[in-house]
C-alpha cells in the first residue's frame, strides 16, 4: 500500500483537503496528515483523523513518543508528500531552507522528486515575483506544482489562485505513481480537430474533443516521457508537457515537422482536415440568394509526410472508419509507412471513453471501452509490449 503524507497549510481551501484525503483513502492509499498551526485555525485534525484512520501531526515537541525522529521517519517512510492547500508561507519556507515546524522539517528532509505542491492563495499573493520565484527555484530542483486555478478567490476577487479542483489534484497524484516506462524518452502528439477557414469566422472542421491525444500526452507524460502535445481547437488543458496550440493543418504541420527529427516515439491523434477550401476570403462572405459553392482541394497529408521522414521513430496513427475498420486500418499503415495504428470506429468521436483496437500488419489486438485516460495508459503499455516484435520500431 502506498503511504501519502498529506501537508496542510493556512488557506481557506483547507477544508477541500478533507475531500481529498477522503477520495486518497478510498482509492487504496494509506494517508497519513500533517497540518500546520495555522491550518488547524481552519480545520480540525478530528476530521482528517477520522478520515483517514490515522493520528494527525501538528507539533514536533508534543510528541510523546521520542524513540523515533518523526519528522525524519515521516520523510523516508512516505512514498509522496502532498501539500494541498500549500501556502504562500509553506512554499518560502522550503525554498529558502527554513524548517521551523513539523510540515517544514518533514520538506526539508525529504528529497524534492517526492514533494508536490498544490499552491491556494490571493491572486496578488501568487503573482508576487517572490513567489513565483520561489516556485521557479523549486521546480528546478524537482519538486512539483499543481497550477492554481481563476475563480473566485475567498477575498472577493476574481482571480488565479483558487486550489485546483480536487479531481485533478487526485489524477495528478496517481499519474505520479506510473512506472517511469518512458523515462528518457521524446514523445509527440497530435490531437483535436484542425481548422480550414473559408472567411475570417466560418471553417471547415470536425468533432473531435482532442480528448483521446489529451489522454495519451497524460499518460506519456505519468509514464515519464518529455512530452511536446500540438494541439488544435481545443479547450482541454494540461500541464507538465510542452503544449502548442495550433488551428490549421499547415501550423500543426510546421509544429510536427519541427519536433519529428528528435522523437522516439509519436502519436497521432489529431483529425485532420482533409480538404482546405481553394481560396479564402479576407472579409466575411456576404448571404446571398443564389447560394455558395465552396471548392476544396486535397490538404497537407501530415502523416504520410512525417512516414516518408521517419528514420527510427515509432510512428503512431489513428484510423477512424465507418465501416471495414481493421482492413481499412491496414490499408492505412502500409501506405504511411506506421508502426503501427490505433483503429476505432465514429462512435469514438466526442466522447469521454472509447474502444480501440491496436493493429500491426500481422496482429489487431482489441482494447476494452474505457474513459479515455484509462484507455490510454493502457494503450501505452500495450504499445510497449507489442513493439518489440516491430521492424523498424525502437
Ligand atoms: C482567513 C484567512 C485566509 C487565508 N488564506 C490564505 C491562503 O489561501 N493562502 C495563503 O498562502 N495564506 C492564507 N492566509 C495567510 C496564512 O494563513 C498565513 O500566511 C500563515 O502564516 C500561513 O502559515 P502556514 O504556512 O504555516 O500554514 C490566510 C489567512 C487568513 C486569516
Not at 68 to 80: A, F, K, P
Not at 109 to 138: S, W
Request: some cysteine.
Amino acid at each position: 500500500m502506498k503511504k501519502i503524507l498529506l501537508g496542510i497549510t493556512g488557506s481557506i481551501a483547507a477544508y477541500k483537503s478533507a475531500d481529498i484525503a477522503s477520495k486518497l483513502v478510498k482509492l487504496g492509499y494509506d494517508v497519513h496528515v500533517i497540518m500546520t498551526e495555522s491550518a488547524t485555525e481552519f480545520v480540525a485534525p478530528l476530521t482528517f483523523e477520522t478520515l483517514t484512520r490515522n493520528r494527525v501531526y501538528v507539533d514536533m515537541f508534543r510528541e510523546e513518543d521520542h524513540r523515533q525522529v518523526r519528522h525524519i521517519s515521516q520523510s523516508t517512510e512516505s512514498d509522496l508528500i502532498l501539500v494541498a492547500p500549500a501556502s504562500y508561507n509553506i512554499i518560502g519556507k522550503t525554498a529558502t531552507g527554513v524548517a521551523d515546524d513539523f510540515l517544514s522539517s518533514v520538506l526539508a528532509a525529504a528529497p524534492a522528486g517526492k514533494v508536490i505542491f498544490a499552491p491556494a492563495m490571493n491572486v496578488n499573493m501568487y503573482h508576487n515575483p517572490i513567489l513565483q520565484e520561489n516556485i521557479n527555484k523549486l521546480t528546478k530542483l524537482g519538486y512539483r506544482f499543481i497550477e492554481p486555478e481563476e475563480g473566485m478567490l475567498a477575498c472577493g476577487v476574481l482571480g488565479k489562485g483558487c486550489l485546483r479542483n480536487v479531481p485533478s489534484i487526485i489524477e495528478t497524484v496517481e499519474g505520479f505513481f506510473h512506472d517511469k516506462l518512458l523515462q528518457g524518452k521524446k514523445v509527440l502528439i497530435t490531437a483535436g480537430a484542425t481548422r480550414e477557414y473559408i472567411d475570417p469566422i466560418r471553417f471547415i472542421s470536425n468533432s473531435s474533443s482532442g480528448l483521446m491525444g489529451v489522454s495519451l500526452a497524460k499518460a506519456c507524460r505519468d509514464f515519464g516521457a518529455d512530452v511536446t502535445l500540438i494541439l488544435a481547437n481545443s479547450h482541454l488543458n494540461i500541464e507538465g508537457v510542452n503544449l502548442i496550440r495550433v488551428q490549421t493543418v499547415a501550423e500543426m504541420y510546421q509544429a510536427a515537422v519541427d519536433h519529428f527529427p528528435t522523437t522516439d516515439l509519436m502519436f497521432a491523434a489529431a483529425a485532420v482536415s482533409d480538404f482546405k477550401p481553394v481560396t479564402y476570403s479576407e472579409s466575411k462572405i456576404k448571404k446571398s440568394d443564389t447560394g455558395l459553392v465552396v471548392e476544396l482541394e486535397r490538404n497537407t497529408d501530415i502523416l504520410l509526410e512525417l512516414g516518408k521522414m521517419k528514420q527510427n521513430q515509432l510512428l503512431i496513427g489513428f484510423a477512424a472508419e465507418s465501416e471495414n475498420l481493421i482492413p481499412n486500418a491496414v490499408g492505412k499503415l502500409n501506405k504511411k509507412n506506421l508502426d503501427l495504428i490505433i483503429a476505432n470506429d465514429l462512435s469514438n468521436f466526442a466522447t469521454d471513453d472509447g474502444k480501440v483496437w491496436l493493429v500491426t500488419s500481422e496482429t489487431a489486438v482489441e482494447l476494452e471501452r474505457k474513459p479515455k485516460l484509462q484507455l490510454a495508459y493502457d494503450i501505452v503499455k500495450m504499445i510497449l509490449n507489442m513493439t518489440n516484435n516491430l521492424s523498424g520500431a525502437k
